[in-house]
């Protein structure tokens, strides 16, 4: 028979809500995702659809 750990209870929050693996990092880098998408959204526009300027 195993013995039940007595602080289990105690410790289940740094495993738990925003402390969980997933969610730690989520909200460290705001806008990351939107930026690069728009980064590449624009570069792609740029190189492709823009007209070329004659010189």
Do not use: C, N
């Amino acid at each position: 028979m195993a013995f039940a750990d007595p602080w289990k209870k105690r410790d289940a929050w740094r495993t738990q809500g925003v402390f969980a693996k997933g969610q730690r990092f989520k909200g460290a880098f705001p806008g990351l995702y939107l930026g690069f998408g728009l980064f590449v959204a624009y570069s792609l526009y740029e190189d492709y659809i823009q007209p070329k300027p004659h010189h």
